[in-house]
C-alpha cells in the first residue's frame, strides 16, 4: 500500500503562483513514477504533470510552460509549482502513483483560482 499525502492549496488570485507537495512516507521513493492529476466540478480526472526523473518529465499542453514538477528523493515528495495561475485552473488536485498495474492516489487539495 502507498499513502500519498498532499498539501499546499489554497485561493489565489489570477496571475498568482502557489506550490504543491506531495508526501510518499515509507516507500523507496526513488523506484517510483509521480504525477499530478486534477480534477474540476463536472469534468474527468486529467493529467496534468508527469515526472520519472529531473530530466524525463511530461506536462499537459494546458499548464505547459506555466508548472514545474519536481522530485526531492531523499525527502519523497514530488513538488508541483505553479505559476500563471488562471480561473480555470481551479480543481482538486490529486498526487498519483502506478506501481505493478495498481493507482495510488492522495485525497487531493483544493486549488481555486478567483479575483
Known amino acids: 500500500q502507498v499513502q500519498l499525502v498532499e498539501s499546499g492549496g489554497g485561493l489565489v488570485q489570477p496571475g498568482g503562483s502557489l506550490r504543491l507537495s506531495c508526501v510518499a512516507p515509507?516507500?523507496?521513493?526513488?523506484?517510483?513514477?509521480m504525477a499530478w492529476y486534477r480534477q474540476a466540478p463536472g469534468n474527468q480526472r486529467e493529467l496534468v504533470a508527469h515526472i520519472i526523473s529531473e530530466q524525463n518529465v511530461f506536462y499537459s499542453e494546458s499548464v505547459q510552460g506555466r508548472f514545474t514538477i519536481s522530485r526531492d528523493n531523499a525527502k519523497n515528495t514530488v513538488f508541483l509549482q505553479m505559476n500563471h495561475l488562471k480561473p480555470e485552473d481551479t480543481a482538486v488536485y490529486y498526487c498519483n502513483t502506478n506501481k505493478f498495474g495498481t493507482n495510488f492516489w492522495g485525497r487531493g487539495t483544493q486549488v481555486t483560482v478567483s479575483s
Open positions: 515509507g516507500i523507496t521513493f526513488r523506484f517510483y513514477n
